[in-house]
């Protein structure tokens, strides 16, 4: 079982200043102690299910850049990518970029964006949600063209490239894995099968109970589709704090490794050095025994 660091706040410490080495600290550190992947948000305004949407946030792909240079051997990625924030051909430039800059550490995290308050107020076009699958399967089938030997146009519904040229291309053979992030069992788990090399689902405070409904989801729209299902990557986001209750957590991440999960993302709930170091202290060393 791996563990991911999702960093979704940068509001400890509150001083803008401290927000550069307090990341570059709690990557370094999270990496030392053998966490796997280190992901953001794609958001500009905070999420105000959880805090005010005036609180502290950084742009994601900038941010993993940044990322990339303080460390070696973590995969960097969006958890997840809006797919409304940025052209298609743009966003698979960006994450080239990323892969070749970090040797081959990118992964592409997408979905279909939700936050409309962040889309209306920096003037992102608000689509309908059915619009927005469209798109998302559009930007897939584009980043793929782009990642591949073909260069020539690409004609969708709502994109339309002359050329798809891409040079160079990413360090990752064949491409960067994509990452599509989400539990709609019609839509986003149908292009999970269509087209990614892994799926993000939510844990929730039910345990791994739903995880397993989604999972059987997936598995049949890969047979529908023709995929072989032990080829997709499951990936999940904790719903339990993993420092509050370390045997707790163990216990809930030993059932999702029970369903094929082989990564399980964790998010701060204190300063993230801290969080980083109690990380490396207390769950890593004991998470080697899962899966």
Not at 224 to 239: F, M, Q, S
Request: glycine share 8%; net charge negative; hydrophobic share 40%.
């Amino acid at each position: 079982m791996k563990l991911g660091l999702h960093y979704w706040s940068y509001t400890i410490p509150a001083e803008p200043a401290a927000i550069a080495p307090t990341l570059a600290e709690a990557a370094t550190i999270a990496e030392q102690a053998g966490v796997a992947s280190f992901t953001v948000m794609d958001h500009f305004f905070q999420m105000e299910a959880v805090a005010s949407a005036e609180e502290p946030m950084l742009e994601a792909y900038t941010t993993l850049g940044f990322v990339a240079a303080k460390t070696q051997r973590m995969t960097l990625g969006v958890l997840v990518t809006g797919v409304m924030y940025r052209y298609p051909g743009l966003l698979a430039k960006t994450v080239t970029t990323l892969d070749v800059l970090s040797g081959g550490r990118a992964r592409l995290g997408i979905g279909a964006s939700w936050y409309e308050r962040e889309q209306r107020g920096l003037g992102v076009p608000v689509v309908p949600v059915a619009e927005r699958f469209e798109r998302l399967e559009e930007t897939l089938r584009i980043c793929l063209q782009m990642w591949s030997d073909d260069n020539g146009s690409f004609e969708g519904r709502h994109y339309q490239l002359a050329e798809t040229i891409n040079s160079p291309q990413p360090v990752s053979r064949p491409h960067p894995p994509i990452m599509i992030g989400g539990g709609g069992e019609k839509k986003t788990l149908l292009l999970v099968a269509r087209y990614a090399d892994a799926c993000n689902l939510f844990g929730t405070a039910a345990g791994a109970g739903e995880v397993a409904r989604k999972l059987d989801v997936l598995r049949e729209h890969c047979a529908a589709e023709g995929r072989d299902y032990d080829t997709i990557e499951k990936t999940v986001v904790a719903h339990r704090p993993p420092l509050a209750d370390v045997d707790a957590f163990l216990a809930e991440v030993a059932e999702y490794a029970a369903l094929g999960v082989t990564e399980v993302q964790v998010t701060p709930d204190r300063h993230p050095v801290e969080f980083a170091q109690r990380l490396g202290d207390e769950v890593l060393p004991r998470l080697t025994d899962i899966g």
